[in-house]
Each structure stands twice: as structure tokens, then as C-alpha cells.
């Protein structure tokens, strides 16, 4: 059993706040992927930048801030520092430059070929 999607939303929330700034916004798709020992059920939510929530600005000027390009600019590969470690926004043209297993392959092509 599942949560309700608003529930599921506050759980990614509390569990993303120290470690990636962005806030769920709605649920996205659902994926999933077998292994030869494991299978995955995995909802994947929309989010936004938490930047643009804290100082005001629109997701566009917030990420333009930190140097993080919105979706379909083209933009660089951005380093970020959470809690936790270091993650990187990319773009679809960073998608070649990484190594992803075929199911975030799948939710990025769709992503990345979805409108804004």
C-alpha cells in the first residue's frame, strides 16, 4: 500500500531538506525496474528548486543565481554541497557523460522530452 500523494510528498520533503534544496510538487510517473534479486516500484515526483521559495525569485532567477540552468537552456553541469555530500544538476547533454541504470534513463528521456 501506497501513501496518498500529498503524504508521500511531505515524506520526500522532511527527507530531502538538509541534503538537496528542492521541494516536491506533484506526483510525475511511476517507474519500475527488476534486478535479478530485487524489484522496484518507485513514484517519481516534479519538484522545484527551494531556492526560488526562500529568497522569492522565480525557479529561472534562483537557479541563474547558483549557476544551475532550468530545464532545456542547455546550461552546465552544476556542482552542489548538501548535508549529506555533493550532487550535480545536469541537462540532457550531461546524460551522455554519466553512467545511469535504464529505469532513471527512462525517467530522464521522459523528462527531458516532456515540455516545460
Known sequence: MSLPDEAAMDRLADALRDDIPVSPLEHYMNAEHTFSHIHWNMRVFRCTLRW?????????????????????????????????????????????????????????????????
Open 52 to 116: 526560488a521559495e526562500d529568497t522569492g525569485l522565480t525557479t529561472a532567477e534562483s537557479a541563474a543565481a547558483y549557476e544551475v540552468r532550468p530545464k532545456g537552456t542547455g546550461g552546465a553541469v552544476q556542482d552542489a554541497t548538501g548535508a549529506n555530500g555533493t550532487f550535480r544538476w545536469i541537462d540532457k547533454e550531461d546524460m551522455e557523460l554519466y553512467a545511469f541504470p535504464n529505469v532513471f534513463l527512462r525517467i530522464l528521456n521522459r523528462y527531458f522530452s516532456s515540455p516545460s
